[in-house]
RNA sequence: GCCGCCGUGGCGGAAUUGGUAGACGCUGCGGACUUAAAAUCCGUUGACCUCACGGUCGUGCCGGUUCGAUCCCGGCCGGCGGCACCA
């Protein structure tokens, strides 16, 4: 077919081009500390996107359109003098490679070289201003070499509670503790608990990763194992409390919030009889001095229990007690009478899925225990049961039941007949019977020294009382729960640890010896060994007589958490980051200038602008935030948070409105795209479909749009000729003899006059909403200019120089092929006179004289609605204007027979005649 | 269920501080150029009434504040996202 009839501009021949020239020049290489061009005195900017991870289905279009926005604005400060860091790498461990390679048999690497390789072509197709020699690829022996020395940094700290900061444990060494104290404190501890083992999978699962592989088809199990663990949770109140000051969507922090879910309440410590005990009468123990924390042995007949509630002020209320089935206490306390039942329900429980427990959260299940607890304040006996919706994996896996005043006991008081107590009246005025049950505050009743107090002082008051008499102590309580570190792969970093084959105590293995890599391995299959395929490997795992290697792999996240300080100083071989880089980049060096970048002033976090999508709204954000926070506690980064300002990308749908999937058959290839209207259509499109953070479907249509716009643009500077060659347009005029400048010159003309005020209008505009990520409005503003540029009979080549060179960050190929076919022509020096590139030059400024308007256009309404339009002078005084509008004709009219009783004036707006 | 976000023409969207609703683009319609088509260019395109001047309605629905509300407040309805027995 006529393919090339079809191009509305050669963009098939000079993207290719001006990719390989950018490439060869290397023209966005960003010089760093340390390097001979470096120029400390330029203020920085670091703007970031989200690696990708190099699948084999090759770029989707949703990654080009955070890629071009992060691309427009580092092109666009880098021509306001910023010293601009953006990078790419790649995310280029993980599971998908790994099935890949036991289906294929060929080694993950070369698969994971092979999409790399792809994308990196597919992303230098869009002409990204990527500076290549800072490619960072997590999988690199080089990069896991420090992936794994700040595994050892966690290692080797602990979390001090005094200072709220990681410490090295070779304080505690110094202090006395034995090797068994410190592993109850490291950062990074072994810990053997049940978790979530997908048996297809040969791995275990951190809790944000279930329902993903889930939905992948994958089965996934409680199964309690041996694994390595990190302590978020010791940071879980500073990331809440230092995610306030970071310039991210409220909807982000909030959603951390959630998930960090800090409760504020007490624990309150009950005692239970032995088995087979009836409820003794009425004996309130008050000798148990033991701490709240253990839940241990008394005596032979009195265990203690503590439960966590927020609600202390209902303790009146608590008419029975619910222990999760796997609650360690369950089988002590179970009575002859109920062991059958009770160890039929826990069976039950254990064999339910997940989604069974909480599908079915409906219908709640329990069974009694026989044994009865003794309520502290008040010395009520009240049943124990056990009951599934008590998890043991928050709180303390036990509760106190409060039906009247929360909606979970109450269901399960209702349908096992249990007693519900009152103890908040919610509507004192009202009078008549509340609806139980009423979870919100009131005041206390029924509650002995508490009756008569609103809920936040009655929850003070109970606090105190327990931490009065023993029995109990305010307490913080989060969902958060500490991060399963260890996976059973292979296409991971090996953890750096060994065994003492006799003590069978675990060390460090010496920094010296970093990176350790995986062995090369011809089968690694899930073997069904819980600790995973490198068990098969003999001879890797003897270290030596006396020590063996640790078989797990870290999970993908290790390397996404700290990707954004290895572009600072990419090849460094002494360390992870170099002081200096690590200075500058985060703008805490000395010589860093104080710049009109608001993100810029405030040093809390390291990079400026980090734009992705909402999916790592919560995990590789908590993630990253928790490494970087120990690494500043160290004494290894100046800054405290990674990331100062983020937003996040939305999605782009397919066609039919519906998320793009292969099912479906809606999804884009930019590859396409790129192929039939060019790079430029491609991220002009991607950036006119509407605001960067919304959800936004994809319509081809809409990428001819863009299309036309770009040949409108070629074709003010270009005309064809009679065979079809472009040649330099007829319409634009140079000013011959005189020097060219960056700044367009002065009217020369009355016709240029409104050409200049529309450029410089675009100007202002498109610099402003770049600022503010709006770039849909900023095209548009362009679309315009270019509009009023086509009408125009004849052009100054100036003005065009000037439009070329803000539309330069959206449409780099173009404006850059233009530039370059007028130079030494219509008044353009030649090239050897004026050799940079558009995107090496300055932005130019705009000029406030174009802008004035010699007459303004106002609007006049009557009683708020309009009647009439009006030109005048700007500067026209009120009383005119006023006047103006009651002599309208049409004003007349609306207002005939009407009084007037006010003239509201809005300058360079509108006038509003009240009357009536 | 709880928390959060969003509802504007036939479609994507604009209106930056409460001040002309619908910029810009797509689609549709009409025209120019062409033997014809494509491409390009010009005009037009919220609904309704009117020959016209002009008018009425209109930013999910109902109400409020205001000279004036897409914007602020209260109550509903619908869609999307997150969490999901978190005591």
Redesign the pocket.
């Known amino acids: 077919m006529s393919d090339d009839r079809?191009k509305?501009f050669p963009f098939d021949v000079f993207e290719p081009q001006w990719q390989q020239r950018w490439l060869e020049e290397k023209i966005f290489r960003t010089p760093g500390p340390g390097d001979a061009d470096f120029d400390a005195s330029k203020p920085k900017y670091y703007i970031l996107d989200m690696f990708p991870y190099p699948s084999g289905a090759g770029l989707h279009v949703g990654h080009p359109e955070g890629y071009t926005a992060t691309d427009i604005i580092g092109r666009y400060k880098r021509m306001n003098g910023f010293n601009v860091l953006h990078p790419m790498g790649w995310d280029a461990f993980g599971l998908p490679a790994e099935q890949y390679a036991i289906k294929t048999g060929q080694h993950p690497r070369i698969t994971t070289e092979a999409n790399i390789t792809n994308f990196r072509r597919q992303l230098q197709a869009l002409g990204f201003a990527y500076d290549w020699d800072r490619e960072v690829n997590t999988t690199d022996p080089d990069y896991v070499r420090w992936t794994q020395w700040i595994f050892l940094q966690l290692y080797a700290s602990y979390f001090n509670e005094e200072t709220g900061k990681a410490a090295p444990v070779t304080e505690l060494e110094a202090q006395g503790w034995t090797p068994a104290q410190i592993d109850d404190v490291r950062l990074a501890y072994i810990h053997e608990a049940p978790v979530n083992w997908s048996p297809d999978l040969g791995t275990v699962l951190a809790?944000?990763e279930i329902?993903e592989w889930k939905a992948k088809g994958h089965t996934v199990e409680r199964r309690p194992l041996r694994q390595w663990m990190l302590r978020i949770t010791k940071y879980a109140q500073r990331l809440i409390d230092e995610l306030e000051p970071l310039d991210w969507p409220?909807?982000i922090k909030?959603?951390q919030r959630?998930?960090i879910?800090r409760?504020e309440?007490a624990e309150v410590v009950f005692t239970i009889g032995s088995a087979g005990l009836q409820p003794a009468s009425k004996t309130p123990s008050g000798e148990a001095a033991a701490s709240p924390d253990n839940q241990s042995l008394i005596t032979d007949n009195c265990h203690e229990v503590t439960?966590?509630?927020?609600?202390p002020d209902t303790l009146f209320g608590a008419t029975y007690m619910v222990l999760?089935p796997e609650h360690p206490l369950v089988a002590e306390i179970t009575s002859a009478e109920h062991k059958d039942t009770v160890e039929a329900y826990i069976k039950q429980c254990a064999s339910k899925s997940d989604l069974d427990?909480?599908d079915?959260?409906k219908n709640?299940s329990g069974v009694p225990t026989g044994a009865f607890a003794t309520n502290p304040v008040n010395g009520q006996q009240i049943p124990v049961w056990i009951a599934?919706?008590?998890?043991?994996?928050?709180?303390?896996?036990a509760?106190?039941a409060?039906p009247a005043h929360?909606e979970?006991?109450f269901?399960f008081a209702t349908k096992f007949e249990l007693p519900v107590v009152q103890v908040i009246d919610t509507n004192l005025d009202a009078g008549g019977t509340p609806t139980l049950p009423s979870t919100g505050h009131g005041t206390a009743i029924n509650s002995g020294f508490l009756d008569g107090l609103k809920t936040t002082d009655a929850k003070a008051r109970m606090i105190a009382w327990l931490e009065e008499n023993n029995k109990g102590t305010r307490k913080i309580?989060f969902?958060l729960r500490d991060w399963l570190f260890s996976r059973q792969r292979y296409w991971g970093e090996p953890f750096p640890l060994l065994w003492d084959r006799e003590t069978g105590l675990h060390a460090a293995l010496p920094e010296s010896e970093l990176p350790l890599l995986q062995p090369e391995m011809e089968d690694f299959k899930p073997t069904g060994d819980p600790r995973g395929p490198l068990v098969n490997a003999t001879d890797w795992i003897n270290y030596s007589d006396q020590y063996t290697r640790e078989t797990n792999t870290m999970p993908q996240w290790a390397g996404s958490c700290w990707y954004y300080l290895r572009y600072c100083d990419p090849r460094n071989e002494q360390r992870f980051i170099s002081k200096a880089a690590e200075h500058y980049w985060s703008g805490t060096s000395s010589l860093d200038h104080s710049s009109p970048i608001p993100g810029n002033q405030k040093s809390t976090g390291t990079v400026d602008l980090y734009i992705g999508g909402?999916e790592h709204?919560?995990l590789h954000l908590l993630y990253a935030r928790f490494w970087h926070k120990v690494l500043h506690d160290l004494g290894h980064l100046s800054t405290s948070e990674p990331f100062q300002r983020l937003v996040n990308q939305g999605l782009i749908l397919g066609e039919d409105g519906q998320?793009m999937s292969k099912s479906l058959g809606n999804v884009v290839n930019p590859d396409d795209v790129v192929d039939n209207y060019g790079a430029d259509a491609l991220r002009l499109y991607e950036m006119?479909?509407?605001?960067l953070e919304?959800?936004?479907?994809w319509?081809m249509?809409?990428v001819?749009?863009?299309s036309?716009?770009l040949?409108?643009v070629w074709?003010v500077a270009f005309e064809q000729n009679q065979e079809g060659e472009w040649v330099t347009s007829s319409k634009l005029q140079g000013n011959d003899g005189a020097p060219p400048s960056t700044t367009p010159p002065g009217a020369t003309a009355n016709s240029d006059k409104a050409l200049l005020k529309v450029l410089h209008e675009t100007i202002k505009?498109v610099g402003?909403?770049i600022e503010?990520l709006?770039f849909?409005?900023a095209?548009?503003q362009m679309?315009?200019c270019t509009?009023a540029f086509?009408?125009a009979e004849k052009l100054p080549t100036d003005l065009l120089l000037s439009f070329l060179q803000i539309l330069n960050p959206f449409a780099p190929h173009l404006t850059e092929e233009i530039n370059k076919r007028l130079q030494g022509s219509v008044g353009v020096p030649p090239a050897s006179q004026s050799g940079l590139l558009l995107s090496e030059k300055p932005w130019p400024p705009y000029d406030e004289q174009y802008l004035v308007q010699d007459t303004i256009?106002l609007?006049i309404?009557v009683?708020?609605?309009?009647?009439a339009?009006l030109t005048v002078a700007p500067d026209t005084p009120k009383e005119q204007l006023e006047q103006l509008a009651r002599d309208h004709e049409?004003v007349q009219?609306?207002t005939a027979g009407k009084t007037i009783r006010?003239i509201?004036v809005?300058p360079g707006?509108?006038i509003?005649i009240?009357a009536n």
């Open positions: 079809r509305p809790n944000e329902e409220d909807s909030l959603l959630n998930w879910g409760s309440g439960v966590f509630t927020t609600r999760a427990r909480g079915l959260n709640k599934d919706y008590v998890m043991m994996g928050y709180g303390t896996g509760i106190m409060v929360d979970r006991d269901e309580q969902k909402t709204a919560v998320k006119f479909m509407g605001p919304q959800v936004k479907p319509q249509k809409g001819e749009g863009v036309r716009f040949a409108r074709r505009k402003e909403d503010r709006s849909n409005t095209i548009s679309m315009v509009n086509t009408a256009e609007v309404q009683n708020g609605k309009v009647r339009k049409n009219q609306h006010k509201i809005i707006r509108l509003n009240v």
